[in-house]
Nanobody, 115 residues
Framework: QVQLVESGGGLVQAGGSLRLSCAAS????????MGWYRQAPGKQRELVAA???????NYADSVKGRFTISRDNAKNTVYLQMNSLKPEDTAVYYC?????????WGQGTQVTVSS
């Protein structure tokens, strides 16, 4: 089992920045990849960014050049640096971790971008 705890959401004006953190605990040695998803009201949950245990990254087209995912293996923490935020980035952001058999999710953190 893996437990994930997110932090760092909040309210920011368009053009501003936020950094989300996701601390993993439990069976972290089994994690292959971690990522951030988001879900806006009335929309499906979508992948924002992901990073593998080897450090390879993947981004949604809508956030490329604005968001950066990184991980600190010593702290078992994944970060999502979000710059040049837009109102359409408003959503609940969820941390995700994958091992060979399961998906794990955090509780979610609200990000609201005002115009």
């Amino acid at each position: 089992q893996v437990q994930l705890v997110e932090s760092g959401g909040g309210l920011v004006q368009a053009g501003g920045s936020l950094r989300l953190s996701c601390a993993a605990s439990g069976s972290i040695f089994s994690i292959n990849a971690m990522g951030w998803y988001r879900q806006a009201p009335g929309k499906q949950r979508e992948l924002v960014a992901a990073i593998t245990s080897g450090g390879s990254t993947n981004y949604a087209d809508s956030v490329k050049g604005r968001f950066t995912i990184s991980r600190d293996n010593a702290k078992n923490t994944v970060y999502l640096q979000m710059n040049s935020l837009k109102p359409e980035d408003t959503a609940v952001y969820y941390c995700n971790a994958e091992d060979f058999t399961d998906d794990y999710w955090g509780q979610g953190t609200q990000v609201t971008v005002s115009s």
